[in-house]
């Protein structure tokens, strides 16, 4: 084949391709606790419009009081401290991107991309995305932030071509400082949906890598079973549990230990994922083995830094 055939095959190819690429402009995210809100935000900087929905005006004002705490944190390292009137631009800015809203299905009517960051309960998100995958246009891209549930069966309640479009997009907390993503690739996700959300996330300044859906991804999948081998070591008692946190934040690098981490992370969360992994039954036995002290704390209602006590006690 000459060359300037095949060259016009490809240019054919590519602009095709391109065509296909969803561009995001605007974004709705379901859910304003602290990571939902976290995820407004980034986005609301990086000059996207947001909406954030809740079901309650009252969940909505808590994620807008989040969001005006960290930003204020955001321009001061942007633009240092003394520089107030640029500061106070770039926030009035990033505020003036974002609407808020308490009906799902009318926020997602005319949005290119709905994150979900509601309750780790499969039923609850199934329910949602069901809701959603009838008002959304049928470009829109679906994301969920699970952090312990399989993408793939998330996405179920959606139509074929929905689940097409639909991925993980899985943040850190805290969100506005935690510079990765993960982009959860389901077996059916579309590379130029992919492509789409690489952009997005490059856009609002974070780092995406690429995963498979399977239980954890890859940080969870790593940091969990560590975390839950630090309560082990409190189960038999080899250690303090400041000794364990001090041990690994001066012996190998980590800025939290993991019994600090995981009251950070919630310990009812860590729970959740441990026992959810134990009943897929997909990871080794060992890794999953429950902890008296977690399973404990959760019994008493100590669910870490969020209910004022965990493996340790914080003051209000
Ligand atoms: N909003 C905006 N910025 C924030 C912030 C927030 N809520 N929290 C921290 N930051 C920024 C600060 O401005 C600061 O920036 P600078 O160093 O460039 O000036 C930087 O983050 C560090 O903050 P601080 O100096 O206040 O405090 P630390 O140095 O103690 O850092 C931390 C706090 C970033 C939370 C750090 O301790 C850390 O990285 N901890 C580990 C967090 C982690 O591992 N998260 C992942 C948990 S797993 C998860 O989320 C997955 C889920 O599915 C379970």
Not at 24 to 51: E, P
Not at 166 to 178: D, E
Not at 197 to 210: A, H, I, Q, Y
Not at 277 to 299: F, Q, R
């Given at each position: ?11 054919a ?5 391109a ?10 995210v ?24 809740d ?20 321009a001061?390292k942007k ?6 009137s ?8 990033a ?8 009906d ?28 959603l ?7 829109t891209?679906?994301?969920s ?12 309640t959606?139509?074929?071509d ?5 991925a ?9 400082a935690?510079?990765l ?5 389901t ?5 130029e ?13 974070k ?8 239980p ?16 082990r070591?409190?189960?038999r008692?080899?250690?303090k ?16 230990g993991?019994?600090?981490?995981a ?7 860590m729970k ?13 036995e ?9 399973d404990?704390?959760?019994?008493q209602?100590?669910l870490g ?11 209000k």
């Amino acid at each position: 084949m000459r060359a300037s055939v095949m060259a016009n095959i490809q240019k054919a190819a590519f602009s095709s391709s391109a065509r296909q690429l969803k561009h995001i402009n605007s974004v709705t995210v379901i859910g304003a606790g602290l990571m939902g809100s976290g995820i407004v935000q980034v986005a609301a900087q990086s000059n996207y419009n947001v909406t954030m929905v809740d079901t309650s005006d009252a969940a909505l004002k808590n994620g807008q009081s989040i969001i005006a705490k960290s930003i204020k944190r955001v321009a001061k390292k942007k633009f240092g401290e003394e520089n107030t009137s640029e500061q106070q631009a770039f926030i009035d800015k990033a505020m003036s991107n974002i609407t808020v809203s308490t009906d799902a299905p009318t926020a997602v009517s005319a949005t290119d991309l709905v994150v979900e960051a509601i309750v780790e309960n499969i039923d609850t998100k199934q329910a949602l995305f069901k809701a959603l995958d009838q008002a959304a246009p049928s470009d829109t891209i679906f994301a969920s932030n699970t952090s312990s549930l399989p993408v793939t069966l998330i996405a179920e309640t959606t139509s074929a071509d929905r689940q097409s479009r639909f991925a993980g997009l899985h943040f850190f907390n805290p969100v506005p400082a935690m510079k990765l993503v993960e982009i959860v690739r389901t077996d059916v996700l579309k590379d130029e949906v992919y492509e789409s959300l690489v952009t997005f996330s490059r856009n609002t300044g974070k780092t995406p890598v690429e995963c498979k859906d399977t239980p954890g991804f890859i940080v969870n999948r790593l940091l969990v079973p560590y975390m839950m081998e630090a309560f082990r070591i409190l189960d038999r008692g080899d250690a303090k549990a400041k000794d364990i946190d001090v041990a690994m934040k001066l012996g190998a690098g980590m800025p939290m230990g993991p019994l600090e981490l995981a009251d950070f992370v919630g310990l009812d969360t860590m729970k959740f994922i441990i026992d959810g992994w134990a009943k897929e039954g997909k990871i080794e036995e060992a890794l999953v083995t429950p902890s008296k002290t977690l399973d404990d704390l959760v019994g008493q209602g100590k669910l870490g830094r969020k209910s004022g006590a965990g493996v340790y006690e914080y003051s209000k």
